[in-house]
């Protein structure tokens, strides 16, 4: 989603104030990176590859064709550019996620009017086993939820199940909307709501499945995922960004990978406490098992609250300050 007078303001803040995001160390694959490619300037969705170790799946959100580019996070470049046939031309494409069935899932799920389209897209194409660029035939979806339109940029297949499922955004709080057992061509997918969320630009399940974590503009929150519902939730460490809009788990589940758009914008990676890569994923918590806070930052989660509610407090001035502006 294009930034608009709150995130653009609040990217502005961040930058006067000194505040960056802190970066975790990493010498080899899924170590932060910085996107390159001059074409990727919405990188709006993330998803880790399970086939190439260390490369990142992600896509433009509006105004760029049928597109999805493999990053390499060692070097940051794209080292594939996918074309997806079969497809309509995309309106605003905001999530990406890899399902267990070795598929990628792109959502054109974004609707800047907030339900001005009674229905969005999904297009799903098996992950390339060459990493090149290719034209591959994707399979499109057409989805509508049952509670009528809505705006979302959060699409995560359960690494399970291969259930997908959407969070909706909205400022003052959203909805988890369940798909069908089994996508489906020729009739419209309803998705159905079964849970609260708050504001939402993007999440992703742990690799086993029993955690979903939803990240925002200036905060992230996992809650535990079990049969389908959502259970207690906690936060978790996450780097401010100057428009904060992606997130996955590294394939190994040792780690998170948090995205923003812009120009070479970073991807910044947060170690999951008590992880070294490697062996069956377990969910992070609260209570040591969490997004352990990033090398070389002590302030913690109450740091970044503290600089993101001193942003929200600017911004609401600068709006106040801009209409007064207007009346005069």
Same mark, same amino acid.
């Given at each position: 989603?294009?930034?608009?007078?709150?995130?653009?303001?609040?990217?502005?803040?961040?930058?006067?104030?000194?505040?960056?995001?802190?970066?975790?160390?990493?010498?080899?694959?899924?170590?932060?990176?910085?996107?390159?490619?001059?074409?990727?300037?919405?990188?709006?969705?993330?998803?880790?590859?399970?086939?190439?170790?260390?490369?990142?799946?992600?896509?433009?959100?509006?105004?760029?064709?049928?597109?999805?580019?493999?990053?390499?996070?060692?070097?940051?470049?794209?080292?594939?550019?996918?074309?997806?046939?079969?497809?309509?031309?995309?309106?605003?494409?905001?999530?990406?996620?890899?399902?267990?069935?070795?598929?990628?899932?792109?959502?054109?799920?974004?609707?800047?009017?907030?339900?001005?389209?009674?229905?969005?897209?999904?297009?799903?194409?098996?992950?390339?086993?060459?990493?090149?660029?290719?034209?591959?035939?994707?399979?499109?979806?057409?989805?509508?939820?049952?509670?009528?339109?809505?705006?979302?940029?959060?699409?995560?297949?359960?690494?399970?199940?291969?259930?997908?499922?959407?969070?909706?955004?909205?400022?003052?709080?959203? %909805?988890?909307?369940? @798909?069908?057992?089994?996508? /489906?061509?020729?009739?419209?997918? #309803?998705?159905?709501? =079964? +849970?609260?969320?708050?504001?939402?630009?993007?999440?992703?399940?742990?690799?086993?499945?029993?955690?979903?974590?939803?990240?925002?503009?200036?905060?992230?929150?996992?809650?535990?995922?079990?049969?389908?519902?959502?259970?207690?939730?906690?936060?978790?460490?996450?780097?401010?960004?100057?428009?904060?809009?992606?997130?996955?788990?590294?394939?190994?589940?040792?780690?998170?990978?948090?995205?923003?758009?812009?120009?070479?914008?970073?991807?910044?990676?947060?170690?999951?406490?008590?992880?070294?890569?490697?062996?069956?994923?377990?969910?992070?918590?609260?209570?040591?098992?969490?997004?352990?806070?990033?090398? %070389?930052?002590?302030? @913690?989660?109450?740091?970044? /609250?503290?600089?993101?509610?001193? #942003?929200?407090?600017? =911004? +609401?001035?600068?709006?106040?300050?801009?209409?007064?502006?207007?009346?005069?």
């Amino acid at each position: 989603m294009r930034s608009y007078l709150t995130v653009s303001g609040a990217a502005a803040l961040l930058l006067l104030a000194g505040a960056s995001p802190a970066v975790a160390s990493g010498d080899g694959a899924d170590r932060s990176f910085t996107i390159e490619d001059p074409r990727i300037t919405e990188s709006s969705g993330l998803a880790a590859s399970r086939a190439h170790p260390g490369i990142y799946w992600t896509h433009n959100d509006s105004d760029d064709g049928p597109y999805v580019y493999a990053v390499d996070s060692r070097t940051g470049k794209t080292v594939a550019t996918i074309t997806m046939r079969g497809v309509g031309a995309p309106r605003d494409v905001e999530a990406i996620s890899l399902g267990p069935d070795g598929n990628l899932y792109v959502g054109d799920i974004g609707d800047n009017l907030n339900g001005s389209w009674d229905h969005v897209w999904i297009y799903r194409f098996p992950e390339p086993k060459v990493l090149k660029d290719a034209t591959v035939r994707a399979t499109q979806f057409d989805v509508k939820y049952a509670d009528g339109a809505r705006n979302a940029e959060a699409l995560m297949v359960h690494p399970k199940t291969g259930r997908v499922y959407i969070a909706s955004k909205n400022e003052d709080g959203g %909805g988890l909307y369940e @798909g069908p057992a089994e996508l /489906t061509t020729g009739r419209t997918n #309803v998705f159905r709501r =079964v +849970g609260e969320v708050p504001w939402v630009t993007d999440g992703a399940f742990s690799p086993d499945g029993k955690e979903l974590l939803l990240r925002s503009y200036f905060s992230a929150r996992g809650y535990a995922f079990k049969e389908g519902r959502l259970g207690a939730d906690h936060a978790v460490q996450a780097p401010l960004q100057r428009q904060a809009e992606s997130v996955t788990y590294t394939a190994d589940s040792s780690a998170l990978m948090f995205g923003s758009e812009g120009e070479r914008s970073d991807v910044v990676r947060v170690d999951i406490a008590g992880r070294s890569g490697g062996g069956d994923s377990k969910s992070p918590s609260k209570d040591g098992g969490g997004a352990s806070p990033p090398a %070389g930052d002590g302030s @913690g989660e109450k740091g970044s /609250t503290l600089v993101g509610a001193v #942003v929200l407090a600017a =911004v +609401g001035a600068l709006v106040f300050m801009n209409r007064r502006r207007k009346r005069g």
